[in-house]
């Protein structure tokens, strides 16, 4: 077997952990479940999957990417997630250096390693300048700029989910008012709906989509509401930096016509105040969920 990188992608609400080859080529894959009891037992979790694909594998390990929600502190290789509040300062590339026997490990923004896998082998690979995004439980941004990831002074840059379009809105978790994320996550536009009287023994984006797709009223009103935010946060990014091309990914964006309708049409709306936005393109990720397995692993196998 040919060398072999380890890729793994911390979300809200699961943990991807993947072999991937040098050839780019998703060999082994597990999740676990991101809501555990503590941080211990969820690293526990990991660890179990990782020794086991180590053993398995007959390849030489190359190295081990981590993408995840932020925010990240890359010098001292901890995470804190928003929406992971089980994980506060916890080491984690330590914790899988002295697992993996002294490899090295590379930390990235979830959404940045989106941005990457789909730059390189999918929705982005005839462009040099784009912004990818991943709207699921958390909304995350990843910037490519003339060909290359950007990860700005930190690691951190195109933190675009705790932009806030209101100083006077919704409460973020991250303590924030009005943050994109507040109004257009998949959990966040679901309580925007039971706000409004929406079922409340239904609890998630699934639901809600499947409602809004039968014509509740309630529903499509919070898939709007949600979609008008990201649009706002979309165009503010973009016309920032003069860019033209948005790949968006995770769990909400593969609800289908019900969320890129009205997000299209927002946007459209939205980027007609900025003159020079005139060719805005909203490309569905490629990858879907393997995106962010491989943006880790492309961390390490370049």
């Not at 992971?84 to 026997?101: K, Q, Y």
């Not at 964006?253 to 393109?281: C, R």
């Amino acid at each position: 077997m040919s060398n072999y990188a380890l890729g793994i992608d911390v979300g809200a609400t699961k943990v991807a952990i993947a072999t991937v080859g040098e050839d780019f080529i998703v060999r082994q894959k597990q999740e676990v479940l991101t809501h555990a009891g503590n941080g211990e037992i969820l690293w526990n979790s990991i660890e179990e999957v990782v020794t086991r694909f180590i053993k398995i594998e007959s390849g030489a390990l190359q190295g081990i990417g981590v993408a995840s929600a932020g925010p990240l502190d890359i010098p001292t290789g901890t995470l804190s997630p928003v929406n992971i509040p089980i994980w506060r300062d916890f080491p984690i590339i330590s914790r899988l250096e002295t697992l993996s026997g002294g490899t090295s490990v590379a930390l990235h923004g979830d959404a940045l390693a989106l941005a990457h896998a789909e730059h390189r082998m999918g929705a982005g690979r005839d462009l040099q300048n784009m912004l990818g995004m991943v709207v699921s439980t958390g909304i995350g941004g990843g910037l490519i700029l003339d060909g290359k990831v950007f990860l700005g002074e930190t690691g951190n840059s195109c933190y675009i989910g705790h932009h806030s379009i209101n100083f006077d809105g919704r409460q973020c978790a991250c303590g924030r008012k009005g943050c994109v994320e507040a109004y257009s996550s998949g959990p966040q536009m679901v309580a925007i709906a039971h706000e409004n009287g929406w079922d409340p023994n239904k609890k998630s984006f699934i639901d809600l989509a499947d409602a809004a797709r039968q014509g509740d009223l309630i529903a499509l009103d919070a898939v709007s509401q949600g979609t008008r935010a990201l649009s706002i946060g979309i165009v503010n990014f973009i016309g920032t930096l003069d860019i033209n091309h948005v790949v968006i990914g995770g769990g909400v964006a593969q609800a289908g016509e019900i969320f890129w309708g009205p997000l299209q049409m927002h946007v459209q709306t939205e980027s007609k105040a900025i003159g020079f936005l005139k060719n805005v393109q909203l490309r569905k990720a490629e990858l879907q969920r393997d995106a962010g397995v491989l943006g880790a692993a492309l961390a390490v196998l370049g």
